[in-house]
């Protein structure tokens, strides 16, 4: 499967730099990750950025700070995992790989409503992983309508319909193929 350049950069890429620049410009500066800043020498770079939006977090909703940026990331890899699948035959292994954005996301709520992961279970972050899923696979549906995502156009499907196709040509009649 090919993937082109423009679905990876606006279904993919695009959201994870949104969801990124969410987390760097305005939430809190002792997660993890603003430790790597400063091992890879960036810090100094991202307190400017942080500094340049400090005055737009008023107005920012805490869903578009808390809840988008995880939306976002289901999103891309749920688009990234229905568009790698797409076309291959229905399996387990097909089904685990479509789902494992929203296992992670709207699992790790669930786990955390059931006491079973760190954390406080949040409802609006639990619908922004349900939508971002759902909204990931209708997006590339739309996009692949040509196929159904079972439906598979291999040089092997392309080989057989030549042969049926030759089949009547040679005159042994096909129900549905000689009209």
């Not at 977090?57 to 869903?63: C, E, G, I, V």
């Not at 699948?85 to 954005?101: A, C, M, Q, R």
Request: glycine content about 8%.
């Amino acid at each position: 499967m090919r993937i082109k350049l423009s679905f990876l950069s606006l279904h993919v890429l695009l959201p994870i730099l949104i969801g990124g620049l969410v987390y760097i410009c305005w939430r809190d500066p002792a997660l993890l990750m603003f430790k790597w800043f400063r091992v890879l020498g960036v810090e100094p770079l991202v307190l400017q950025l942080r500094l340049a939006t400090t005055s737009a977090r008023q107005s920012l909703p805490d869903w578009f700070v808390y809840s988008l940026p995880d939306g976002l990331w289901i999103y891309a890899l749920t688009a990234f995992m229905t568009h790698i699948w797409w076309g291959s035959p229905s399996s387990p292994v097909k089904t685990g790989w479509l789902s494992v954005g929203l296992l992670l996301g709207a699992g790790s709520e669930l786990g955390q409503l059931a006491r079973l992961v760190p954390g406080t279970f949040d409802l609006t972050d639990f619908l922004f992983y349900l939508f971002a899923a759902a909204i990931a696979f209708l997006v590339v549906s739309k996009l692949n309508r040509k196929r159904s995502l079972n439906e598979s156009a291999t040089e092997k499907n392309f080989a057989f319909a030549g042969r049926v196709r030759s089949l009547s040509t040679a005159g042994i009649r096909q129900p549905g193929l000689n009209k």
